[in-house]
Nanobody, 126 residues
């Protein structure tokens, strides 16, 4: 079965960096879009970034553009989220997700994504 396993979360000071990983298994994801979402306490699930596994094209939320970078390693079946210049408002549980839609504009709505990881906590201290 499809499994997405996030890792790399933790506590970081404001202005610091963190890299999240999402190891994907269970099927070929070559036609998929892979996304990162986050959810802070008391808030809804928010789109962060997405990439197409096949082309490497990317999309970012305005709140993280220029600070976060999404990438993928096809050989390792792993998607990364490099988080630089983090802010306290980046504190949330971060989730990796997979959308089987292989063409068109990459989705930013969480309900478009069929598969989800368990999440990893990121806490940014001020």
């Amino acid at each position: 079965q499809v499994q997405l396993v996030e890792s790399g979360g933790g506590l970081v000071q404001a202005g610091g960096s963190l890299r999240l990983s999402c190891a994907a298994s269970g099927r070929s994801f070559s036609g998929y879009a892979m996304g990162w979402f986050r959810q802070a306490p008391g808030k809804g699930r928010e789109f962060v970034a997405a990439t197409r596994w096949s082309s490497g094209s990317t999309k970012y939320a305005d709140s993280v553009k220029g600070r976060f970078t999404i990438s993928r390693d096809n050989a390792k079946n792993t998607v990364y989220l490099q988080m630089n210049s983090v802010k306290p408002e980046d504190t949330a549980v971060y989730y990796c997700a997979a959308d089987p839609e292989g063409s068109g504009v990459m989705a930013t709505a969480y309900w478009k994504y069929d598969y989800w990881g368990q999440g990893t906590q990121v806490t940014v201290s001020s």
